[in-house]
């Protein structure tokens, strides 16, 4: 069902990351579960959760532990998310990190856990600890590439994405993430799980500030249907086996661009491969007073179940657009400086349909599996790009059956 | 489909309203598809309306003409909704009220439209005209069940309620009122199209407040799919031919009890016959530091398309509605304070899975076509009542085929 999105052919390594996966039966026996990032001495790393209250057991140990220092393990499983499980949960992910960081003579806080699945039950640790038991000794990597398999849940295909950066000078470094996620997405902070290194070195403070700016762009820019999940997580790594940067190097706004480039495709292969998704839509809001506006309005739109709907029958009512418009949470929107068109097709002038408008000629921009729906506020000259996918059958089902 | 909801068996008529309806072939010809109230001099009227920044060209209208003066005559078409058409739809709207008015020996300003149906669309006006010609003349009184007939678009069930109000002293008076909605069910002032009327003569401030303080509670705490229409209104007429009320009167707190009964029942059979529903829910948010607190929780949770989804499979995933009260936007919400049951299973106590909590017996109470989620946020004494539907495969099938 994914739209426009194959799984990468291949994830560039960085050097100081490796990965082992390993099948731990947690929802079911058949595949590899658990993925273990090791990060070699000296990497710095940046994270970035969820704003949901009930923010899981993992995320609250992984945030604690990332205050404390810098983590050289990052365990992440799929299959059970570790939320709603109180102080037991807690317990649960703590005992991993002990358990690993005795493996491998680590401190715990040292480890940082990540959990993703169903909400509400124990981690089944009888199944858990015995998967992880041998995996310090072995220094073989899985790769990139099988991490992301492995922390896959109702995702269908494996998100990844590389990028080598051109610092200037002859200086280059490599950038790898992977993702997962395809509901429950709407991102406060950042979406569901993404892991990103590159094999530079960073200090801490100025690898955060890169995490926060490039994640406004992408996984803080997606929605595929409003729900912020309780785990929601996103790090990046900079193990500093290569070439070291900092914020006032006259390369890092390339690498910041290219983070941010490959965090947006990261964050655009979650929508691509929503639960259900047919069509894959950029909502691109202009001419908005400020940033926050221009976001809100795209995320009514995208939110909107009766768009959504439409969306998926290929059906250009635009006047659905419009109403979303009309209720966005914003002050004193004048109707008649908005424009609206999908794809080239310009519906909407003035906030009156234009007298040339052409239904088929937007329903044909409709048929298509990807196309942008262009909202003008005509009040400023902020903007914005909103992501996400259509309503369908599919995530009714998907979602009435995701337990049984 | 609707949930628990059969047409009323007989709607108390109110001296001083006579409804005719005809049919005008607006969307396809062979139903009454426009309503007309006639309401006697001296009535007062007070209404509430869309705060959609695209308000229709008719609610523009009907807010102009009601703040210039009590209103003589409702004309209320379904089957297109005269909203996204510009300053074309608000002359469409104006010729209609100068007919009517010139027919009656009224002025246009006494005249207040109302429209629902497709967005986007001009009124037919060639097929509109001719057919309330002939309206003023007839003085035959159709009845509000007709009325409420003439107003649905995908209301499989025509909506409408009566009272009969005890103001002590052996004085009485009637409240009847009709709604229709089905989808795009947001209300953030009214929802879509409900009517009002009583007997007594009761002055439009007082009126007015008692709209708004029953709407609130009514019409203003339901939702389908969070889409507040453009369209939404509700008005409430007093006839002055029984009693004579007001708000130091001690039976007004009986009256406005009543009609705030009136007005919620009518709410709910909106959600109950929500487009798609197979379930209706009463989101019960308690222990919340003021109302607003418990009213963004409670749409959060009624808004959530995984809740509305596990709602639909009855699949007590409390996992969801944990969620999405800890995305609801209210500030330092302590998750060890919260409560959750479904119907009266406990499942969350302070935050955690209670031990003894079965979740046989939850899906026993989600199996059943209507239940209450309730919702206790530990913190203040405010509470609140939002009504919602589920998401089910019919909801999108409407909506992905709404036009076609």
């Known amino acids: 069902m994914a739209v426009n999105l194959v799984a990468p052919e291949a994830l ?18 058949g595949r590899d579960d658990i993925a273990v990032a090791w990060l070699a001495p000296g990497t710095s790393t940046a ?54 960081a005795g493996d491998c003579g680590l401190e715990p806080a040292e480890v940082l856990p990540f959990s993703t699945g169903v909400i509400g039950q124990r981690l089944p640790m009888t199944r858990m600890a015995p998967a992880l038991s041998h995996l310090c000794a072995d220094t073989r990597d899985a790769g990139w590439q099988a991490a992301a398999r492995a922390i896959m849940t109702t995702d269908t295909v494996e998100k990844g994405a590389s990028r080598e950066v051109d610092l200037g000078d002859g200086r280059r470094c490599v950038i790898t993430g992977i993702a997962k996620g395809s509901g429950m997405i709407c991102p406060n902070m950042a979406t569901m799980l ?80 929503a639960e259900g998704a047919t069509r894959f839509m950029d909502i691109h809001v202009r001419g908005a007073k400020d940033i926050d506006e221009a976001r809100a309005v795209g995320y009514t739109v995208a939110q909107s179940p009766l768009f959504k709907t439409a969306a998926f029958a290929g059906d250009p009512n635009w006047g659905r657009i419009l109403a979303a418009v009309g209720r966005a949470p914003i002050d004193h929107l004048a109707i008649d400086g908005v424009d609206i068109a999908i794809g080239d097709v310009a519906i909407v002038a003035g906030g009156q349909p234009r007298p040339d408008y052409d239904e088929a000629e937007a329903a044909a921009v409709m048929a298509r599996p990807e196309f942008t729906v262009g909202i003008d506020l005509g009040r400023g000259s902020a903007e914005t790009h909103i992501f996400t996918s259509d309503l369908s059958y599919d995530y009714v089902k998907i979602n009435a059956e995701y337990r049984s």
Chains 1, 2 share one sequence.
């Open 12 to 29: 560039t390594p960085v050097a100081g990351v490796r990965w082992s996966t390993v099948d731990a039966a947690i929802k079911a026996p």
């Open 47 to 100: 994270g970035v959760f969820t704003t949901n209250a009930f923010a899981a057991a993992p995320v609250t140990i992984a945030k604690r532990h990332l205050a404390g220092g810098a983590p050289r393990v990052l365990v992440i499983n799929s299959g059970n998310a570790n939320a709603g499980t109180g102080m037991a949960g807690e317990r649960d992910a703590m005992t991993l990190c002990e358990q690993i």
């Open 194 to 273: 993404a892991f990103m290194a590159t094999d530079a070195a960073i200090p801490e403070p100025d690898l955060h500030d890169a995490l926060v700016a490039a994640n406004q762009a992408s996984f803080n820019s997606i929605t595929v249907d409003g729900d912020t999940s309780t785990n929601d997580a996103a790090t990046l790594s900079a193990t500093g086996q290569g070439v070291v940067l900092d914020s006032t190097d006259t390369g890092w706004p390339a690498f910041v661009a290219l983070l941010t480039e490959l965090m947006q495709e990261l964050a655009c292969a979650i929508v691509r491969d």
